[in-house]
Protein backbone atom coordinates (compact mmCIF):
# COMPACT_ATOMS: atom_id res chain seq x y z
CA UNK A 1 0.00 0.00 0.00
CA UNK A 2 2.77 2.64 0.83
CA UNK A 3 4.57 2.00 -2.79
CA UNK A 4 1.18 2.65 -4.21
CA UNK A 5 0.53 5.44 -2.53
CA UNK A 6 4.15 6.89 -3.18
CA UNK A 7 3.70 5.78 -7.32
CA UNK A 8 0.34 7.43 -7.49
CA UNK A 9 1.96 11.03 -5.69
CA UNK A 10 4.84 11.03 -7.94
CA UNK A 11 2.28 10.35 -11.10
CA UNK A 12 0.45 12.86 -9.28
CA UNK A 13 3.18 15.87 -9.11
CA UNK A 14 4.75 14.47 -12.90
CA UNK A 15 1.37 15.52 -14.16
CA UNK A 16 0.76 18.88 -12.57
CA UNK A 17 4.05 20.00 -12.88
CA UNK A 18 3.80 19.05 -17.01
CA UNK A 19 0.51 20.74 -17.43
CA UNK A 20 2.28 23.69 -15.43
CA UNK A 21 5.03 23.88 -18.01
CA UNK A 22 2.23 23.73 -20.95
CA UNK A 23 0.72 26.84 -19.79
CA UNK A 24 3.85 28.51 -19.03
CA UNK A 25 5.43 27.69 -22.26
CA UNK A 26 4.36 30.46 -23.93
CA UNK A 27 5.32 32.71 -21.61
CA UNK A 28 9.16 31.60 -21.63
CA UNK A 29 9.25 31.16 -25.03
CA UNK A 30 8.11 35.16 -25.53
CA UNK A 31 11.05 35.91 -22.60
CA UNK A 32 13.69 33.31 -24.86
CA UNK A 33 12.12 35.39 -28.01
CA UNK A 34 13.31 38.94 -26.30
CA UNK A 35 17.20 37.28 -26.71
CA UNK A 36 16.56 36.04 -29.89
CA UNK A 37 17.18 37.85 -33.63
CA UNK A 38 14.47 38.05 -36.22
CA UNK A 39 15.76 35.04 -38.39
CA UNK A 40 15.64 32.22 -35.14
CA UNK A 41 12.09 34.15 -33.70
CA UNK A 42 10.78 33.27 -37.31
CA UNK A 43 11.64 29.85 -37.89
CA UNK A 44 9.36 28.87 -34.75
CA UNK A 45 11.93 26.98 -32.73
CA UNK A 46 10.75 25.21 -29.59
CA UNK A 47 13.71 25.31 -28.51
CA UNK A 48 13.87 28.05 -25.19
CA UNK A 49 17.93 28.28 -25.60
CA UNK A 50 18.75 31.34 -28.26
CA UNK A 51 21.36 30.27 -30.73
CA UNK A 52 23.09 33.60 -30.66
CA UNK A 53 22.24 36.18 -27.60
CA UNK A 54 20.87 39.25 -28.76
CA UNK A 55 20.79 41.65 -25.69
CA UNK A 56 20.29 45.06 -28.12
CA UNK A 57 16.52 44.11 -28.17
CA UNK A 58 16.08 45.71 -25.04
CA UNK A 59 17.98 48.37 -26.28
CA UNK A 60 16.16 48.97 -29.74
CA UNK A 61 12.86 48.33 -27.89
CA UNK A 62 13.06 51.03 -25.19
CA UNK A 63 14.77 53.65 -27.62
CA UNK A 64 10.99 53.56 -28.73
CA UNK A 65 9.29 55.80 -31.57
CA UNK A 66 10.31 58.98 -32.79
CA UNK A 67 12.07 60.50 -30.03
CA UNK A 68 9.57 58.92 -27.73
CA UNK A 69 11.22 56.17 -25.33
CA UNK A 70 9.33 53.43 -23.49
CA UNK A 71 10.02 55.07 -20.35
CA UNK A 72 7.29 57.44 -21.61
CA UNK A 73 4.66 54.57 -22.73
CA UNK A 74 5.23 52.70 -19.14
CA UNK A 75 4.48 55.82 -17.49
CA UNK A 76 1.07 56.68 -19.12
CA UNK A 77 -0.04 53.04 -18.81
CA UNK A 78 1.00 53.69 -15.13
CA UNK A 79 -0.46 56.74 -14.22
CA UNK A 80 -3.86 55.12 -16.12
CA UNK A 81 -4.10 52.35 -14.15
CA UNK A 82 -3.27 53.53 -10.50
CA UNK A 83 -5.48 56.19 -10.63
CA UNK A 84 -8.74 53.97 -12.92
CA UNK A 85 -7.38 50.88 -9.89
CA UNK A 86 -7.62 53.79 -7.01
CA UNK A 87 -11.49 55.04 -8.38
CA UNK A 88 -12.58 50.76 -8.90
CA UNK A 89 -11.74 50.24 -5.06
CA UNK A 90 -13.60 52.70 -3.37
CA UNK A 91 -16.49 53.39 -5.73
CA UNK A 92 -17.29 49.36 -5.60
CA UNK A 93 -16.11 49.30 -1.82
CA UNK A 94 -19.24 52.37 -1.15
CA UNK A 95 -21.97 50.86 -3.78
CA UNK A 96 -21.30 47.36 -2.29
CA UNK A 97 -21.55 49.08 1.15
CA UNK A 98 -24.83 50.61 0.59
CA UNK A 99 -26.56 47.86 -1.53
CA UNK A 100 -25.17 45.19 1.42
CA UNK A 101 -25.95 47.21 4.79
CA UNK A 102 -28.02 50.26 4.00
CA UNK A 103 -31.30 49.90 3.74
CA UNK A 104 -33.31 52.64 1.00
CA UNK A 105 -36.29 51.92 -1.27
CA UNK A 106 -35.82 50.10 -4.72
CA UNK A 107 -32.78 48.61 -2.87
CA UNK A 108 -33.31 45.17 -4.88
CA UNK A 109 -34.05 47.25 -8.30
CA UNK A 110 -30.76 48.59 -8.12
CA UNK A 111 -29.12 45.26 -7.32
CA UNK A 112 -30.47 43.41 -10.07
CA UNK A 113 -29.44 46.76 -12.55
CA UNK A 114 -25.88 45.86 -11.24
CA UNK A 115 -26.19 42.39 -11.76
CA UNK A 116 -27.64 43.22 -15.73
CA UNK A 117 -24.26 45.14 -16.51
CA UNK A 118 -22.21 42.56 -16.15
CA UNK A 119 -24.02 40.54 -18.51
CA UNK A 120 -23.55 43.48 -21.71
CA UNK A 121 -20.26 42.39 -23.49
CA UNK A 122 -17.92 45.58 -23.99
CA UNK A 123 -18.11 45.69 -27.62
CA UNK A 124 -22.18 46.55 -27.11
CA UNK A 125 -21.47 49.98 -25.16
CA UNK A 126 -18.33 50.62 -26.79
CA UNK A 127 -19.54 52.74 -29.94
CA UNK A 128 -22.14 54.49 -26.81
CA UNK A 129 -19.62 55.50 -24.69
CA UNK A 130 -17.19 56.52 -27.13
CA UNK A 131 -20.25 59.53 -29.03
CA UNK A 132 -20.82 60.62 -25.26
CA UNK A 133 -17.32 61.64 -24.35
CA UNK A 134 -16.80 62.93 -27.65
CA UNK A 135 -19.54 65.06 -27.87
CA UNK A 136 -18.65 65.81 -24.52
CA UNK A 137 -15.22 66.91 -25.79
CA UNK A 138 -13.01 64.59 -23.38
CA UNK A 139 -11.57 62.75 -27.06
CA UNK A 140 -8.66 62.26 -27.27
CA UNK A 141 -7.42 61.92 -23.45
CA UNK A 142 -7.20 60.11 -20.55
CA UNK A 143 -10.80 61.19 -18.78
CA UNK A 144 -12.69 58.46 -20.65
CA UNK A 145 -10.03 55.50 -19.72
CA UNK A 146 -10.20 56.52 -15.72
CA UNK A 147 -13.60 57.97 -15.26
CA UNK A 148 -16.05 54.97 -15.28
CA UNK A 149 -13.75 53.04 -13.15
CA UNK A 150 -15.31 55.90 -10.23
CA UNK A 151 -18.43 55.06 -10.80
CA UNK A 152 -17.97 51.27 -9.43
CA UNK A 153 -17.73 47.71 -11.35
CA UNK A 154 -20.30 45.38 -11.40
CA UNK A 155 -18.15 42.61 -10.45
CA UNK A 156 -16.19 43.85 -7.47
CA UNK A 157 -18.97 45.46 -6.43
CA UNK A 158 -20.92 41.77 -6.17
CA UNK A 159 -17.55 40.31 -4.97
CA UNK A 160 -17.28 43.02 -1.93
CA UNK A 161 -21.09 42.18 -1.51
CA UNK A 162 -20.60 38.89 -0.77
CA UNK A 163 -17.00 39.34 1.61
CA UNK A 164 -19.58 41.74 3.50
CA UNK A 165 -22.31 39.24 4.29
CA UNK A 166 -19.83 37.40 6.46
CA UNK A 167 -18.80 40.57 9.10
CA UNK A 168 -20.95 40.45 11.39
CA UNK A 169 -24.13 42.88 11.27
CA UNK A 170 -23.57 43.58 15.33
CA UNK A 171 -20.39 45.44 14.76
CA UNK A 172 -23.04 48.24 12.92
CA UNK A 173 -25.43 48.13 15.88
CA UNK A 174 -22.60 48.32 18.23
CA UNK A 175 -21.51 51.31 16.15
CA UNK A 176 -24.41 53.44 15.91
CA UNK A 177 -25.28 52.34 19.53
CA UNK A 178 -21.98 54.64 20.04
CA UNK A 179 -23.41 57.18 18.07
CA UNK A 180 -21.30 56.61 14.74
CA UNK A 181 -23.06 57.52 11.39
CA UNK A 182 -23.75 54.73 8.19
CA UNK A 183 -19.94 56.96 7.09
CA UNK A 184 -18.05 56.74 9.83
CA UNK A 185 -18.97 52.84 9.77
CA UNK A 186 -18.06 52.16 6.45
CA UNK A 187 -14.95 53.83 7.06
CA UNK A 188 -14.03 52.89 10.83
CA UNK A 189 -15.26 49.62 10.06
CA UNK A 190 -16.17 47.85 7.21
CA UNK A 191 -13.50 49.10 4.72
CA UNK A 192 -10.53 48.23 7.45
CA UNK A 193 -12.16 44.82 7.59
CA UNK A 194 -12.97 44.43 3.85
CA UNK A 195 -9.12 44.21 3.20
CA UNK A 196 -8.61 40.67 1.17
CA UNK A 197 -11.77 41.48 -1.10
CA UNK A 198 -9.77 44.85 -1.56
CA UNK A 199 -6.21 43.70 -2.13
CA UNK A 200 -7.98 40.82 -4.80
CA UNK A 201 -9.42 44.23 -6.68
CA UNK A 202 -6.45 45.79 -6.71
CA UNK A 203 -4.94 42.90 -8.29
CA UNK A 204 -7.54 41.86 -10.53
CA UNK A 205 -8.13 45.25 -11.76
CA UNK A 206 -4.59 46.30 -12.11
CA UNK A 207 -4.11 43.20 -14.51
CA UNK A 208 -7.50 44.51 -17.07
CA UNK A 209 -6.28 47.94 -16.88
CA UNK A 210 -2.61 47.49 -17.65
CA UNK A 211 -3.22 44.65 -20.19
CA UNK A 212 -6.15 46.94 -21.89
CA UNK A 213 -5.61 47.73 -25.97
CA UNK A 214 -9.10 48.40 -27.19
CA UNK A 215 -9.70 51.36 -25.09
CA UNK A 216 -6.24 53.22 -25.18
CA UNK A 217 -6.61 52.50 -29.05
CA UNK A 218 -9.87 54.12 -29.32
CA UNK A 219 -9.43 57.29 -26.88
CA UNK A 220 -5.57 58.50 -27.37
CA UNK A 221 -4.80 59.62 -30.44
CA UNK A 222 -1.25 61.59 -29.72
CA UNK A 223 2.37 59.15 -29.54
CA UNK A 224 3.31 60.70 -26.65
CA UNK A 225 -0.17 59.68 -24.31
CA UNK A 226 0.16 55.91 -25.54
CA UNK A 227 0.08 53.27 -23.56
CA UNK A 228 2.28 50.23 -23.32
CA UNK A 229 0.15 47.92 -24.89
CA UNK A 230 -0.35 50.88 -28.24
CA UNK A 231 3.48 50.80 -28.10
CA UNK A 232 3.98 47.37 -28.73
CA UNK A 233 1.92 46.89 -30.65
CA UNK A 234 3.52 49.57 -33.17
CA UNK A 235 6.69 47.32 -33.73
CA UNK A 236 4.37 45.35 -35.87
CA UNK A 237 4.63 47.38 -39.36
CA UNK A 238 3.03 45.95 -42.92
CA UNK A 239 4.74 48.27 -44.55
CA UNK A 240 7.98 47.05 -43.58
CA UNK A 241 10.11 44.48 -41.59
CA UNK A 242 8.57 43.40 -38.02
CA UNK A 243 11.08 43.78 -35.38
CA UNK A 244 10.16 40.54 -33.30
CA UNK A 245 12.55 40.82 -30.76
CA UNK A 246 12.68 44.27 -29.73
CA UNK A 247 8.46 43.02 -29.38
CA UNK A 248 9.13 40.75 -27.24
CA UNK A 249 11.66 42.39 -25.03
CA UNK A 250 9.18 45.15 -24.59
CA UNK A 251 6.29 42.57 -23.98
CA UNK A 252 8.65 41.04 -21.34
CA UNK A 253 9.34 44.50 -19.05
CA UNK A 254 5.58 44.98 -19.40
CA UNK A 255 5.03 41.52 -17.06
CA UNK A 256 6.91 43.14 -14.55
CA UNK A 257 4.51 44.93 -12.41
CA UNK A 258 1.65 42.54 -12.96
CA UNK A 259 4.06 39.91 -11.88
CA UNK A 260 5.65 42.13 -8.65
CA UNK A 261 2.17 42.82 -8.24
CA UNK A 262 0.55 39.63 -7.94
CA UNK A 263 3.70 38.27 -5.87
CA UNK A 264 3.41 41.05 -3.29
CA UNK A 265 -0.40 40.46 -2.80
CA UNK A 266 -0.60 37.31 -3.37
CA UNK A 267 -1.62 35.85 0.17
CA UNK A 268 -4.25 38.33 0.35
CA UNK A 269 -5.81 36.99 -3.37
CA UNK A 270 -5.90 33.78 -1.79
CA UNK A 271 -7.60 35.00 1.29
CA UNK A 272 -9.77 37.08 -0.70
CA UNK A 273 -10.95 34.20 -2.93
CA UNK A 274 -10.67 31.63 -0.60
CA UNK A 275 -12.85 33.07 2.36
CA UNK A 276 -15.92 35.31 2.88
CA UNK A 277 -15.07 37.35 5.76
CA UNK A 278 -15.33 36.86 9.55
CA UNK A 279 -17.62 34.96 11.04
CA UNK A 280 -19.95 35.41 13.83
Not at 112 to 135: D, F, G, S
Request: glycine residues 6%.
Amino acid sequence: MKTKRVISKTLYHVLVLAFGFIMVYPVLWMISGSFKDNAEILRGTLSLIPQNLKLSNYTTGWSGFGGITFATFFKNSFVITTVATFGCVVSSALVAYALSRVKFRDRKFWFICMLATMMLPTQVIMIPQYLIYYRLGLVPGYVPLILPYFCGQAFFIYQMMQFMQGIPKELDEAAKIDGCSKYRIFTSIIFPLLKPSIVTTIIIQFYWKWDDYMGPLLYLSRPKSYTASIAIKLFADAASVTDYGAMFAMSTLSLIPVFLIFLVFNRYLVQGVGTSGLKG
